[in-house]
Nanobody
Framework: QVQLVESGGGLVQAGGSLRLSCAASGHAFSDYSMGWFRQAPGKERDTVAAITWGGAYTDYADAVKGRFTISRDNAKNTVALQMNSLKPEDTAVYYC??????????????????WGQGTQVTVSS
């Protein structure tokens, strides 16, 4: 069992930055590929970024490529999402996710084993 707790969300103006963090506890964190998803009101939950268990490989959705950076620290059991040049369309609840399947790029929500509770990110224009 892995528990995931996100933090760092908030309100920011367009063009600004936020850093989301996800703290994991429980079973070996380094066994899991990690990712971030987001869900805007009335929309499906979309994958945003993913990182392999060792941190060597990362993948990003086209909508955030070049603006967001995912990273992890296995010694501290944390994964982070640095979000720069934020846009109003980035407004959503952001979820941390863990998957124990073979890494194949951005995580598939159907294959996520553990979810965090979500943190709200609001970008004003």
């Amino acid at each position: 069992q892995v528990q995931l707790v996100e933090s760092g969300g908030g309100l920011v103006q367009a063009g600004g930055s936020l850093r989301l963090s996800c703290a994991a506890s429980g079973h070996a964190f380094s066994d899991y590929s990690m990712g971030w998803f987001r869900q805007a009101p009335g929309k499906e939950r979309d994958t945003v970024a993913a990182i392999t268990w060792g941190g060597a490989y990362t993948d990003y959705a086209d909508a955030v490529k070049g603006r967001f950076t995912i990273s992890r620290d296995n010694a501290k059991n944390t994964v982070a999402l640095q979000m720069n040049s934020l846009k109003p369309e980035d407004t959503a609840v952001y979820y941390c996710a863990a998957s124990d399947g073979a890494y194949s790029g951005l995580l598939d929500a159907a294959r996520v084993k553990y979810w965090g509770q979500g943190t709200q990110v609001t970008v004003s224009s």
